[in-house]
């Protein structure tokens, strides 16, 4: 497994362009809705500025969107045979796709700390706390190995890249809208606020909103315990649908 974060970190060094290019779309998310919705007081936000406010969603959905198309990289290394080569390696299949779910936190890491100077910039007031600070990207490395594991799962059932980039981006949307990124989940109707609380991003926001804007680290444990259930289900799952994407 440190084997394919050491990888993915040689990746970066020789091509950050990817990083570079998916962090444009979570900063004008700040910079134009965040800074526009901020002059609108009708979202309760408890006292907490509205650009303050969903600068947590911004950054977990920024990236679990490196996360879900990180299975890209599994369709071209299977059309390529590379997967193959590493079923001869002496590891589990589950060590492996663990171990690439896994590198893809290096990459939203990577993300966040792109993402967190610009939002300084336009005048989001984090907590300046560094054991907080590192037990927020903890949990965001966490979280984007789970989407990384439901990538790996889409492609061990797409056999194209087109077919896999639409479904992808059918999962990101939803979850980033029926989660607490943009709004309190007692605004929504009731039956998306069922959906909300199955939804791991909604942990992920409040552990990470509580960490960096709030202080309120009330709730952090169940989070926290909800995002490790949901990486242990994920990496079982994908690690059973190993096979499907070697075949």
């Given at each position: 497994?440190?084997?394919?974060?050491?990888?993915?970190?040689?990746?970066?060094?020789?091509?950050?362009?990817?990083?570079?290019?998916?962090?444009?779309?979570?900063?004008?998310?700040?910079?134009?809705?965040g800074?526009?919705?901020?002059?609108?007081?009708?979202?309760?936000?408890?006292?907490?500025?509205y650009?303050?406010?969903?600068?947590?969603?911004?950054?977990?959905?920024?990236?679990?969107?490196?996360?879900?198309?990180?299975?890209?990289?599994?369709?071209?290394?299977?059309?390529?045979?590379?997967?193959?080569?590493?079923?001869?390696?002496?590891?589990?299949?589950?060590?492996?796709?663990?171990?690439?779910?896994?590198?893809?936190?290096?990459?939203?890491?990577?993300?966040?700390?792109?993402?967190i100077p610009?939002?300084?910039?336009?005048?989001?007031?984090?907590?300046?706390?560094?054991?907080?600070?590192?037990t927020?990207?903890?949990?965001?490395?966490?979280?984007?190995?789970?989407?990384?594991?439901?990538?790996?799962?889409?492609?061990?059932?797409?056999?194209?890249?087109?077919?896999?980039?639409?479904?992808?981006?059918?999962?990101?949307?939803?979850?980033?809208?029926?989660?607490?990124?943009l709004?309190?989940?007692?605004?929504?109707p009731?039956?998306?606020?069922?959906?909300?609380?199955?939804?791991p991003?909604?942990?992920?926001?409040?552990?990470?909103?509580?960490?960096?804007?709030?202080?309120?680290?009330?709730?952090?444990?169940?989070?926290?315990?909800?995002?490790?259930?949901?990486?242990?289900?994920?990496?079982?799952?994908?690690?059973?649908?190993?096979?499907?994407?070697?075949?």
């Open positions: 497994m440190f084997a394919m974060i050491e990888l993915e970190l040689r990746r970066l060094k020789h091509d950050r362009t990817e990083i570079y290019t998916r962090a444009i779309q979570p900063i004008l998310w700040l910079a134009v809705y800074t526009v919705m901020s002059h609108v007081k009708a979202i309760p936000t408890d006292g907490i500025p650009l303050d406010y969903i600068t947590p969603g911004v950054l977990l959905q920024s990236t679990i969107f490196v996360s879900v198309f990180y299975g890209l990289t599994i369709v071209w290394e299977r059309e390529t045979g590379i997967l193959k080569k590493l079923l001869v390696a002496p590891a589990s299949r589950y060590a492996t796709v663990i171990g690439r779910s896994v590198a893809s936190g290096v990459r939203a890491i990577f993300q966040v700390l792109i993402i610009v939002a300084l910039l336009i005048g989001v007031d984090f907590i300046f706390n560094p054991l907080y600070f590192l927020a990207i903890l949990i965001i490395f966490l979280v984007s190995g789970g989407f990384a594991a439901i990538s790996i799962l889409i492609a061990s059932l797409m056999k194209t890249r087109e077919r896999f980039m639409g479904i992808g981006q059918a999962i990101i949307m939803p979850l980033f809208f029926v989660s607490n990124s709004y309190p989940i007692k605004l929504m009731t039956v998306l606020q069922y959906f909300a609380y199955f939804n991003l909604t942990y992920a926001v409040d552990a990470v909103r509580g960490l960096l804007i709030s202080g309120d680290i009330r709730n952090l444990l169940p989070d926290i315990a909800a995002i490790v259930i949901f990486d242990v289900a994920m990496f079982a799952v994908a690690s059973i649908s190993f096979s499907k994407i070697i075949e």
